[in-house]
């Protein structure tokens, strides 16, 4: 079973970066599709992009195409998300997330969740 930590959020203004970083422990972290989705305030969580195992893989929700990208370094056991161009409607708690499953845009088919990490954005 893996765990899962998030770090790298934090306040910037409005065209600012990020960059988020999952670092995961307790399991085969090449062996699960890892995902990045947030939840603002009074909103659902979302999807923002996913990773197939061994990065030949990535998807993103047509918000973050061409402003985040989705990598990981699964020889460090790491998931990051670098987000540029960050806007108000950025702002959310950001969440990794991991399963033995496809890329998948649906929260339900991720098992596994970090406590997620508050990322604000300014205008």
């Known amino acids: 079973q893996v765990q899962l930590v998030e770090s790298g959020g934090g306040l910037v203004q409005a065209g600012g970066s990020l960059r988020l970083s999952c670092a995961a422990s307790?399991?085969?972290?090449?062996?699960?599709?890892m995902a990045w989705f947030r939840q603002a305030p009074g909103k659902e969580r979302e999807f923002v992009a996913a990773?197939?195992?061994?990065?030949?893989?990535?998807y993103y929700a047509d918000s973050a195409k061409g402003r985040f990208t989705i990598s990981r370094d699964n020889a460090k056991n790491t998931l990051y998300l670098q987000m540029n161009s960050l806007t108000p409607e950025d702002t959310a708690v950001y969440y990794c997330?991991?399963?033995?499953?496809?890329?998948?845009?649906?929260?339900?088919?991720?098992?596994?969740w970090g406590q997620g990490t508050q990322v604000t954005v300014s205008s």
């Open positions: 990773i197939s195992r061994v990065a030949g893989s990535t």
């Open positions: 997330a991991a399963d033995r499953t496809t890329l998948n845009v649906d929260a339900s088919r991720y098992h596994y």
């Open positions: 307790g399991g085969t972290f090449s062996s699960y599709t």
